[in-house]
């Protein structure tokens, strides 16, 4: 099993900054790909970024260039610096984990107001 817990959520006005973070327990040696989701209301729970162990990383077309996603395997986190934020980007932002099966955080708001 494991444990993902989230923070850094908030709100913001658009143009601003946030940075979540995710800290990872339990049966971390069998983490593969981390990452974060999100979802706004009334819409499905979209990719935002992924990175794997090695570093590779994918983003959604809609956050390149504004966000960045970042990991520390020896302290298993993952971080999302999220840059130049839009009134879109307004949604609960989960973080995920890979092992044998996906794993899922509780959930941070985003707000960004216009």
């Known amino acids: 099993q494991v444990q993902l817990v989230e923070s850094g959520g908030g709100l913001v006005q658009a143009g601003g900054s946030l940075r979540l973070s995710c800290a990872a327990s339990?049966?971390?040696?069998?983490?593969?790909?981390m990452g974060w989701y999100r979802q706004a209301p009334g819409k499905q729970r979209e990719l935002v970024a992924i990175i794997t162990r090695g570093g590779s990383t994918n983003y959604a077309d809609s956050v390149k260039g504004r966000f960045t996603i970042s990991r520390d395997n020896a302290k298993n986190t993952v971080s999302l610096q999220m840059n130049s934020l839009k009134p879109e980007d307004t949604a609960v932002y989960y973080c995920?984990?890979?092992?044998?099966?996906?794993?899922w955080g509780q959930g941070t708001q985003v707000t960004v107001s216009s």
């Open positions: 339990g049966s971390i040696f069998s983490i593969n790909t």
């Open positions: 995920y984990a890979t092992s044998a099966r996906p794993y």
